[in-house]
């Protein structure tokens, strides 16, 4: 899609630091990160939500996630934020990946 910010992550067209990729789907750090360690998680096809995920898509996220969250030793926390009582901002599926401190819970 040519205006979503993350299909330009995804094509390189706008430079990231790539920490897991392969065919499917890609992770980097968020830009504005919430904890020691936040990364998200795309397909690299644009679809809006969670629900339009297909199964290699979401084989290759789980991938990405068990890969980098190795390096997290005291647990991490997974959140996809879908639709507007969501408080989904950026119209392209991420999941955020969240570590290096306690999170509590429930979240705002
Ligand atoms: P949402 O509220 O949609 O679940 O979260 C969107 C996330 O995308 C936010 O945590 C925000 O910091 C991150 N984000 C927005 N624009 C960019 C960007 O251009 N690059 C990166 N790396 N992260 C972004
Ligand atoms: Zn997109």
Redesign the pocket.
């Known amino acids: 899609m040519a205006d979503c ?2 299909c330009k ?1 995804a094509k390189k067209e ?1 430079a ?1 630091q790539i920490l897991f990729e392969d065919s499917r789907v890609v992770a ?7 904890s020691p360690v ?1 990364f ?1 998680v795309i397909p690299k096809r644009h679809v809006e939500g969670i629900l339009e995920l297909n199964s290699e898509e979401l084989t290759s996220i789980q991938a990405a996630i068990k890969i980098i969250s190795s390096l997290c030793r005291d647990g991490f926390r997974v ?3 879908f639709g507007k009582d ?6 392209h599926v ?1 999941f ?1 990946v969240l570590a290096g401190r306690k999170h509590s819970w429930p979240p705002g």
């Not at 980097?28 to 919430?34: A, H, M």
């Not at 969501?86 to 119209?91: D, S, W």
């Open positions: 910010i993350f992550i706008i990231s980097f750090p968020d830009i504005n990160p919430v936040h998200l959140v996809n934020n969501g408080g989904q901002e950026v119209p991420h955020h």
